[in-house]
């Protein structure tokens, strides 16, 4: 999400112990040459640890991950280390953020047990900020870093109130709508993505209308979205006001824009027009494998994630669609905890990783799309394409879904909330639930989890 996080003074921690939560991406650790592009978090896999080799008489920079960030899978690391010879990298990968997470709050809490370097997901990152950035490094002051090389929401959303920097952008989810072809000619609609993006522009009401259109003539089992939670998100991701305001008070029950979503995405379920999944669980998988749905919101990690679950034959059937209003889903920051054995050298290795040169080479190989506006016209950017989307102009098209993302205020409990609407609420409604009672199960289960 494109959002602002809110200041020290003016955010609150909701209290309780962080809760663990469903990591919202698998990656695909494919690289953009085979067609493939990854997300920023892993849902998959065991959670064991996995590191590096390190090297007689170097400085060991140890790196604490989630999911596939892609860094060594990019050759990123090779590449510092042949620049800096005296320099060895490590990195220690939990493979689910839920798992990740917990761990790292109760470290900083302790300030005890981090890495030189540690990894924050964009949606944990408003606690870190308000809880935790006197245990972190002014990334601001590190060698070579330039404030306006990031999209600016991007800066924010690690910046507390008097300044200090505590993370530094990897990546951002700009937010498209992903789409087959073959399926929408099917079902009567154009297939080109500019006269499909006016279908539904403006208004995610008639992007539910064109979903309508798709029922009365898509084939037989199919549904026009894969599901409600993907739409939920989508909608709240595109708006300027979700789940606090900017003093800090939780108003999801009371913001107008957080009901319209849900009742919005209700209606799509109660019509048949979404599948009756979860996002991110095997039949899920499988709507995806089987050719289920004609479309999808799209950040450009979830390419990968189409390609790792399709059939070798969906190659090219898919295209890439400006959505009605511009959101963002995913994204990264790398932070410098202050008692790390080697704080200097890490701060050098966080500019260097997260620089707009590097950005674009992770992009190119393992599409994490560059927080960082200065890779906007990169070549590597500027030339992307991708085997399920042809020759679709993929970079230009996240390019200016990322430059007009709404700038957000994301609270700390803010993973809490949209999972409670998703994974207890609109799903219900796929199982034969009133979206009035959908959204009762859902503010009761958040209600009860912001208390703990």
């Known amino acids: 999400m494109r959002a602002r996080t809110l200041p020290l003074s003016r955010q609150r921690s909701g209290g309780g112990k962080p809760i663990a939560r469903k990591a919202l991406a698998i990656a695909a650790v494919v ?15 065991d959670d064991s640890d996995s590191s590096s080799g390190g090297g007689e008489g170097k400085t060991t920079i140890t790196l604490g991950l989630f999911g596939t960030m892609g860094f060594k899978e990019a050759g990123l690391y090779d590449e510092y280390e042949k620049l800096n010879p005296d320099i060895n990298i490590e990195e220690n990968v939990v493979e689910r953020n839920e798992n990740y997470y917990p761990a790292l709050l109760n470290h900083l809490t302790t300030n005890s047990g981090l890495q030189d370097v540690q990894a924050v997901e964009v949606g944990n990152i408003a606690e870190i900020v308000s809880t935790q950035a006197a245990k972190l490094e002014d990334l601001s002051k590190a060698p070579g870093v330039k404030k306006e090389n990031w999209l600016d929401w991007k800066w924010e959303q690690a910046t507390t109130k008097d300044g200090q920097t505590v993370g530094l952008g990897t990546d951002v989810g700009p937010m498209a709508i992903c789409y087959r072809k073959d399926l929408f000619e099917k079902a009567g609609l154009p297939s080109d993505r500019e006269e499909v993006a006016k ?13 309508e259109d798709y029922k009365k003539k898509g084939p037989k089992g199919t549904t026009f979205l894969d599901s409600p939670g993907g739409l939920i998100n989508a909608i709240l991701s595109s708006e300027e006001k979700k789940f606090y305001d900017a003093s800090g008070e ?79 889903w995913g994204g990264s920051f790398l932070s410098v905890p202050k008692n790390g054995k080697n704080v200097e050298e890490a701060k050098k290795l966080v500019a260097w990783l997260t620089a707009p040169e590097q950005q674009a080479k992770l992009f190119k190989v393992q599409g994490s799309f560059p927080s960082a506006q200065a ?6 950017v500027t030339g ?16 200016e879904a990322a430059k007009q993302i709404p700038v957000q205020v994301i609270g700390p409990k803010d993973q809490i909330i949209q999972q409670g609407l998703t994974d207890n609420g609109v799903i219900l409604v796929t199982k034969g639930k009133s979206a009035a009672e959908a959204w009762e199960t859902a503010t009761k289960t958040i209600d009860n989890n912001l208390d703990k």
């Open 31 to 45: 690289s953009l040459g085979t067609g493939l592009l990854a997300g920023c978090a892993d849902d998959g896999g």
């Open 199 to 211: 279908l539904w522009a403006g208004d995610w009401k008639n992007f539910v209308q064109v979903g």
């Open 250 to 328: 939780v108003v999801y029950k009371s913001n107008p824009a957080v009901k319209n979503a849900f009742d919005l995405t209700a209606e799509a379920a109660e019509k048949g027009l979404v599948g009756a999944q979860t996002q991110f669980q095997p039949a899920w998988d499988q709507t995806i494998a089987n050719n289920k749905f004609a479309a999808m919101a799209c950040p450009p990690w979830m390419l990968g994630y189409i390609k790792g679950k399709s059939q070798p034959d969906a190659a090219g059937k898919w295209d890439v669609a400006v959505p009605p209003k511009s959101g963002n």
């Open 375 to 380: 890779a906007f016209d990169s070549p590597e």
């Open 384 to 399: 992307a394409k991708n085997d399920m989307t042809g020759d679709a102009p993929i970079g230009t098209i996240f390019s």
